[in-house]
């Protein structure tokens, strides 16, 4: 009998614990409920965020007005050529949202991240600001756009590890068709040579290696001697000039250019570097061959596919509004 009313009592309890939870989550879901302005699919778009890209796009707008405009009291809710500004900021607004939460469930999908909601995207920037990430700096609407790109590029590349089989018959179409693509106006193959201006006596040697590449047949072979210079032999198109992260090579495409077949250019100071260009052959109105332009073609036509698949991912999004409205945040945000 005792056993009974233990077992009764600790019924009773596991009752009350579950009904507690329940008020608990149902709270919760009221909260979170009254504090959703969109839903794109099941996913709930909060106010802050919502008010974040308003913040951000705001400007976009003000632009298409004058300041009398913008300036006055009613600007946000004023009709102009039928439409009111807070609409076209909810379009802007929508848009944005639907390519990055199309992203979000491909990422979901694809493994590459576990579900989460825009306040823990925000704790995490938090997490990362106090941390050697370097991201101290980073806004909300500046991590947010980080997260997404980088979220984005992971998809990309897990959805063409996953997917994207290119055969060859469809890259040798694509280069058919597109054959203009890679039809360059010039192509020179140089022996570009540096050697670091810090050195002693690197002019002198510099001003050497420019005679030894004017008056020797085997240029390459007879550069070898300075033990200080680095030479590379290089093809560059104006498809493909090879300038580098930022351009830091943008003048030695510029010199390169410029030559013919067997001109040597006279040393020119760059980047901590006396540098030396011999063009060996030079070539206009040529064409990358297949072979050498298949791989490019190759990444290219996965790409394609994998952001058309996220385009029918988001053509494919249920969009519902939640208890907050939109216009209701903008002017609230906008007309404190």
């Known amino acids: 009998m005792a056993f009974l009313k233990n077992k009764a009592f600790l019924m009773a309890v596991r009752t009350g614990m579950a009904l507690t939870a ?3 989550f149902t709270a919760c879901g009221k909260e979170q409920d009254n504090n959703t302005v969109l ?7 909060s106010r802050e965020e919502y008010e974040m890209l308003a913040q951000e796009n705001c400007n976009q707008i003000y632009m298409k007005y004058s300041t009398e405009e913008v300036n006055s009291k009613d600007f946000w809710t004023t009709e102009k050529d039928g439409e009111t500004p807070a609409k076209q900021l909810e379009e802007k607004i929508l848009e944005q949202l639907k390519e990055n939460y199309a992203v979000k469930e491909a990422a979901k999908d694809l493994k590459v991240t576990e579900d989460y909601t825009y306040q823990e995207l925000m704790e995490q920037k938090e997490e990362k600001s106090n941390s050697d ?22 998809v990309v590349n897990q959805w063409v590890k996953e997917n994207a ?15 203009e693509d890679f039809t360059y106006e010039v192509g020179v193959n140089i022996l570009y040579t540096e050697i670091p201006s810090s050195d002693e006596n690197a002019e002198q040697e510099a001003q ?73 052959e030079r070539e206009e109105n040529g064409t990358i061959d297949y072979e050498t332009a298949k791989a490019s073609i190759e990444r290219y036509l996965q790409i394609q596919a994998a952001n058309k698949y996220l385009e029918e991912k988001e053509d494919s999004q249920r969009i519902k509004e939640g208890k907050v409205k939109e216009d209701q945040v903008i002017q609230e945000l906008f007309e404190k």
């Open 208 to 280: 050497a290696i420019y005679q030894t590449l004017t008056n020797e047949q085997d240029a390459e072979a007879a550069v070898r001697q300075y033990a200080n210079a680095e030479t590379q032999n290089l093809e560059l198109t104006s498809l493909d000039t090879q300038e580098g992260a930022s351009g830091v090579y943008a003048n030695r495409w510029q010199i390169a250019s410029q030559m013919q077949t067997g001109e040597v250019c006279q040393p020119y100071e760059e980047n901590g570097m006396y540098c030396i260009i011999k063009c060996i």
């Open 39 to 45: 839903y794109i699919d099941d996913n709930p778009v």
């Open 133 to 154: 990430y370097g991201l101290k700096e980073y806004k909300d609407e500046e991590y947010y756009k980080y997260w997404y790109s980088n979220l984005k590029t992971d």
């Open 165 to 179: 089989a290119v055969t060859d018959e469809s890259c040798s179409e694509y280069y058919q068709e597109h054959i």
């Open 22 to 24: 329940m008020l608990f």
